[in-house]
T-cell receptor
Framework: DSGVTQTPKHLITATGQRVTLRCSPRSGDLSVYWYQQSLDQGLQFLIQYYNGEERAKGNILERFSAQQFPDLHSELNLSSLELGDSALYFC???????????FGPGTRLTVL | DQQVKQNSPSLSVQEGRISILNCDYTNSMFDYFLWYKKYPAEGPTFLISISSIKDKNEDGRFTVFLNKSAKHLSLHIVPSQPGDSAVYFCAASISGTYKYIFGTGTRLKVLA
């Protein structure tokens, strides 16, 4: 158990819908990262927040947005969902801006 | 363009022998590298990292070697144990950018 929690574990929705994925980092960690893992793909970095501020952006679509709240939990919002958005979404946290990250168990999103 | 490549999708090794997992990168600006292990239905677990100022880092049974001129790193596991059977991802980043580029993973199977 990494100490990072993600909810929900599974999510099934339809194209065009909007969903919110939630992540609680390890106690004391200030950085939160979001990753997408599609079938047969490696982990694709989406975005990083540090102490409430966006610090790095990867290949995140404009339909996706994220935020980190004052209590340091983070949410990833996915809108206008397409079939290709079906993937595992991982959240990770770390104490500082860089270094090894601790991953949550992931949320499996299925878009039908 | 895959900047971090793990060209071997899978590897089988006998218990007690050495496992060598390889990773190549194309961006010479990468200066920080990490290895993660992932079991099914779990998030990746951080194993070991190395900065480009070093060419070797050791932690118990795990050693990472970095060859900057060849843009190549490898993870050695000695001795391999059945519990090491998992998918191993290498990741690279440029200090100060906080973006992590992951390879597609190598599935290691340690045979008892």
């Amino acid at each position: 158990d990494s100490g990072v929690t993600q909810t929900p574990k599974h999510l099934i929705t339809a194209t065009g819908q909007r969903v919110t994925l939630r992540c609680s980092p390890r106690s004391g960690d200030l950085s939160v990262y979001w990753y997408q893992q599609s079938l047969d793909q490696g982990l694709q970095f989406l975005i990083q927040y540090y102490n409430g501020e966006e610090r790095a952006k990867g290949n995140i679509l404009e339909r996706f947005s994220a935020q980190q709240f004052p209590d340091l939990h983070s949410e990833l919002n996915l809108s206008s969902l397409e079939l290709g958005d079906s993937a595992l979404y991982f959240c990770a946290s770390s104490p500082g801006l860089a270094g090894g990250q601790f991953f949550g168990p992931g949320t499996r999103l299925t878009v039908l | 363009d895959q900047q971090v490549k793990q060209n071997s999708p899978s590897l089988s090794v006998q218990e007690g022998r050495i496992s060598i997992l390889n990773c190549d990168y194309t961006n010479s600006m990468f200066d920080y590298f990490l290895w993660y292990k992932k079991y099914p239905a779990e998030g990746p677990t951080f194993l070991i990292s190395i900065s480009s100022i070093k060419d070797k880092n050791e932690d118990g049974r795990f050693t990472v070697f970095l060859n900057k001129s060849a843009k190549h790193l490898s993870l050695h596991i000695v001795p391999s144990q059945p519990g090491d059977s998992a998918v191993y991802f290498c990741a690279a980043s440029i200090s100060g950018t906080y973006k992590y580029i992951f390879g597609t993973g190598t599935r290691l199977k340690v045979l008892a």
